[in-house]
């Protein structure tokens, strides 16, 4: 047996110092003959482990020997065949928990970097076959069948893609006036360039899907009357978009923003080009970001990047327990965001003039783990002091809109408004009515949203052809 | 895309555009709004739906020139189109038959409070409605909102038509004329609808007002229209923009108004450069 080589392949990144400027894409993705040099690590594992790690089921081993032969088209289908979003996914997912965590390098502490790669394919599609990259294979057999699939972000549309493939009819029915939900809205250009997100939404609609932009459901239709119109399946895919605040005093001052408002004027309404775009946003000299997962850290880096001199992350308990993707954090330490953990608020105190001038804080401290397993953070008595801050962006976690489920008769809420639904199949206790993503789990990631999207298709599947 | 059928010029800044959007028509009940967003680079802002014709497939709005959009939105003329028209969104206002109600409208507010007072009165309710405006060439809908209240009371701030005054001045003399009234709808500038409240505060009658403060979605996702009601936080997109009067924190709204005052101002300025040019 050939040697193992454990160097992965650094992908290079944009200079900490000169990306805090711009919002140009921080990772630059590998060349050619990088992803060849990463690829060729792979050892071909009889017992494909990085597969089971993969929640949307990608032939990994496969279009990673693709890449390793120079038979680029071929790594693009084995790709596509299972994962129509493959340009987000590769920067997106969080890898490192999923697929290259149960890679067979990963014991060595070395595996194989499969989201750059996933990566690497999608963006060479784009660039050597914009006319595949936006064409689907050939067109199945039609069903028949008809299936309205709510909301486009990344369960809506990986749902709409695989019941399309399958010769459902699909129409997605979208809120905002760009599909793409929080691909769009809420993961910033940095991370996702927005050229990208619509590159995969064309393939979607390439496939045969229908898109109604500006269509609230629940306003403009209700989910029954949506069924009388002649569809023969839902599925409901509308995420975790209602923003949670702290709920302490001084939180409507001028100048606080719940994350998903600074993020929305910031990468849909590009306010990051005012005046040329008409929606503006404010950014301070001082930004406090509350919290300590991924849309924070993007919320402090775009802060960042509109001129704050200083951003500081205000997280109440310490690095360790930071839900953020570790390279994510990492990414914003560089950039010269600054951590003040164990750190949480009591209240913001504001001028004459309604702005909000401080964030009175607590020193926490660590006690017993609490539900979620990690340690519970404890208000240390006395410890309160003002950090000075011109604007706040609270980033504390989403949860589903309720403008559906108080809507919809029959269809079953939990205590957090997340809509019941069966974990496997996503069916929920309405009749032909399927749920997936944010919308049940409350916030999570995109794949693990796409996952329930391509698990649910195979249940309405099953149904529609019953 | 979203046709302008018709294009009306109510008084100089203030103009109806009748569009095409047979969907939002089919749902539209009064008292519900629109997100509206004219091209690519254009901002998304709430305008109160103020009519609709579920047969034609139409719906109206009327908007005020204040900012870039608005003039922007001004200088469309019939048969252009704007990119996005989003609704009904919000929650329609509570029509039953109350008994007697009073409708004060201020400036714009007039073309909302007409779909409003013609619900009520459709639901059984004696209307009398209050017509305010800075002066008469600023006044409008005086004939539509003539036609769905059994009175109509006009006044103009500097006296040039009807009484000279402002609004809450025949609304005191309502309430304390004896005559029962058992709700108040006010709907115009944040300062009109606060001063309407506090005179309808003795008697208690309930009176109901239309927030509009700044949106980005209009569907509950962003929280920039939060407000504060009877000391709680509610978003005006998804729990109003109907609320009561009496418990709003009348000081934040106006407060929450001004966040944007200076990029107001810049794009503004820079529209009419452009424009000019």
Same mark, same amino acid.
């Given at each position: 047996m050939a040697k193992l080589n454990l160097n992965r392949v650094e992908m290079p990144r944009q200079d900490p110092k000169k990306r805090g400027k711009n919002f140009n894409e921080v990772a630059l993705g590998y060349s050619l003959e990088q992803a060849k040099e990463e690829a060729s690590r792979c050892i071909q594992c009889k017992k494909r482990n990085c597969v089971t790690g993969c929640p949307v089921g990608v032939d990994i081993p496969d279009f990673i020997q693709a890449i390793r032969d120079g038979d680029m088209p071929e790594a693009v289908r084995i790709l596509k065949s299972k994962n129509a979003l493959p340009g987000i996914c590769g920067r997106v997912c969080p890898q490192e928990t999923q697929c290259e965590a149960t890679c067979t390098l990963a014991k060595k502490e070395a595996p194989i970097a499969i989201g750059r790669l996933e990566r690497f394919v999608a963006d060479w599609e784009r660039a050597n076959m914009p006319q595949a990259s936006s064409s689907p294979p050939a067109k199945p057999k039609p069903s028949g069948r008809k299936v309205a699939v709510v909301g486009s972000g990344p369960a809506g549309l990986t749902a709409a893609a695989d019941l399309a493939r399958l010769g459902h009819g699909v129409t997605i029915f979208e809120a905002?006036?760009? @599909?793409?939900g929080v691909l769009m809205y809420g993961i910033p250009e940095f991370r996702l360039p927005k050229e990208i997100v619509q590159a995969e939404v064309k393939f979607v609609a390439s496939l045969g899907v229908e898109i109604k932009l500006d269509s609230v459901v629940g306003k403009l239709a209700t989910l029954d009357e949506i069924l009388a119109q002649g569809y023969d399946a839902v599925f409901l %895919?509308?995420? @975790? %978009?209602l923003p949670m605040f702290l709920n302490i005093d001084g939180e409507n001052l001028n100048g606080i923003y719940s994350a998903n408002e600074f993020l929305t004027r910031v990468n849909l309404m590009k306010a990051y080009k005012f005046p040329e775009y008409d929606t503006p946003v404010k950014v301070g000299k001082k930004v406090g970001v509350i919290g300590g997962g991924n849309v924070a850290m993007d919320s402090a880096r775009c802060a960042l990047r509109l001129g704050a001199d200083d951003v500081y992350i205000i997280y109440r308990r310490s690095d360790e327990e930071m839900p953020a993707r570790r390279e994510e954090v990492e990414n914003a330490r560089e950039e010269g965001i600054q951590f003040k953990l164990l750190t949480n608020p009591k209240r913001f105190l504001g001028n004459d003039k309604n702005w909000v001038t401080g964030a009175e804080c607590y020193e926490m401290e660590l006690g017993e783990p609490d539900d979620s397993g990690r340690r519970r953070p404890v208000v240390k008595k006395g410890s309160e002091f003002v950090i000075d801050v011109d604007e706040v962006i609270v980033a504390l976690g989403t949860r589903p809109n309720p403008l559906i489920s108080s809507t919809t008769v029959g269809l079953e809420t939990t205590k957090y408004g997340t809509v019941v639904a069966d974990e496997e199949t996503g069916k929920t206790v309405k009749d032909k009515v399927w749920a997936g993503g944010d919308i049940v789990t409350g916030s999570a990631t995109v794949i693990s949203a796409m996952g329930a999207g391509k698990r649910a298709v195979a249940s309405i599947d099953e149904y529609l052809r019953g | 895309m979203y046709k302008i059928l018709v294009r009306e010029d109510l008084v100089p800044s203030v103009h109806l555009f009748k569009m095409a959007a047979p969907a939002v028509a089919a749902k539209a009940q009064a008292g519900q709004f629109v997100v509206v967003r004219i091209d690519e680079r254009g901002e998304r802002i709430p305008l109160t739906i103020a009519d609709w014709d579920k047969n034609a497939g139409t719906v109206t709005i009327v908007f005020m020139e204040v900012g870039a959009t608005t003039a922007r939105l001004a200088l469309l003329r019939e048969g252009d189109a704007i990119a996005d028209f989003v609704g009904p969104?919000? &929650?329609?206002t509570h029509i039953e038959n109350f008994g007697t109600v009073v409708c004060v409208a201020g400036g714009v507010g007039a073309a909302l409070v007409a779909p409003v007072a013609r619900a009520l009165k459709n639901a059984g309710n004696k209307i009398i409605t209050i017509l305010g405006a800075r002066s008469k060439d600023l006044l409008f809908w005086e004939d539509v909102l003539s036609g769905v209240s059994d009175q109509l009371i006009v006044t103009t701030d500097d006296g040039?038509?009807?009484?000279? +005054? &402002? &609004?809450t001045e025949p609304l005191k003399e309502i309430l304390e004329s004896g005559e029962k009234i058992d709700r108040v709808v006010a709907i115009g500038p944040v300062v009109m609808m606060k001063f309407c409240s506090l005179a309808t505060a003795p008697s208690g009658v309930r009176t109901i007002v239309s927030l509009n403060p700044i949106m980005v979605d +209009?569907?509950?996702?962003? +929280?920039?229209c939060r407000v504060s009601v009877g000391g709680e936080t509610k978003f005006a997109c998804v729990d109003g923009p109907d609320f009561d009067g009496h418990k709003v924190d009348w000081e934040l709204l106006a407060a929450r108004q001004r966040i944007y005052i200076d990029e107001e101002k810049c794009a503004y300025e820079e529209w009419r450069k452009s424009h000019a040019a």
């Open positions: 905002l006036h760009v @599909a793409g %895919g509308t995420g @975790a %978009g | 969104l919000g &929650v329609p040039s038509y009807g009484r000279k +005054g &402002v &609004v +209009g569907t509950g996702m962003c +929280g920039c």
